[in-house]
């Protein structure tokens, strides 16, 4: 199993930054991409941001110049850095980790609130 810990959300003025950490435990063999998963009330889940293990990169087209996604394996962490945040960037976030071996296997954090006030 794998457990994931989000910290870092908060609420913040439209404008400011927010920097979110996660911290992967547990059986981590296999562990591939890692990445940020956002949900709005009455919205499904998106992605945020996605990094492979060997630092490769994807963002969600609303994100773009603004977040930035980095990892350190050396401490099984994840951090979405968040400037110029916006009222629509309101969300609960979520951390995601997948195995990808025979057949592929996600990972969910408990998510953290990130709340834009504008």
């Known amino acids: 199993q794998v457990q994931l810990v989000e910290s870092g959300g908060g609420l913040v003025q439209a404008g400011g930054s927010l920097r979110l950490s996660c911290t992967a435990s547990?059986?981590?063999?296999?562990?591939?991409?890692m990445g940020w998963y956002r949900q709005a009330p009455g919205k499904e889940r998106d992605m945020v941001a996605t990094?492979?293990?060997?630092?490769?990169?994807n963002y969600a087209d609303s994100v773009k110049g603004r977040f930035t996604i980095s990892r350190d394996n050396a401490k099984n962490t994840v951090y979405l850095q968040m400037n110029s945040l916006k009222p629509e960037d309101t969300a609960v976030y979520y951390c995601?980790?997948?195995?990808?071996?025979?057949?592929?296997?996600?990972?969910w954090g408990q998510g953290t609130q990130v709340t834009v006030s504008s």
């Open positions: 547990g059986n981590l063999v296999s562990i591939n991409d």
């Open positions: 990094i492979t293990s060997g630092g490769s990169t």
């Open positions: 995601n980790a997948v195995r990808r071996l025979l057949t592929t296997k996600n990972y």
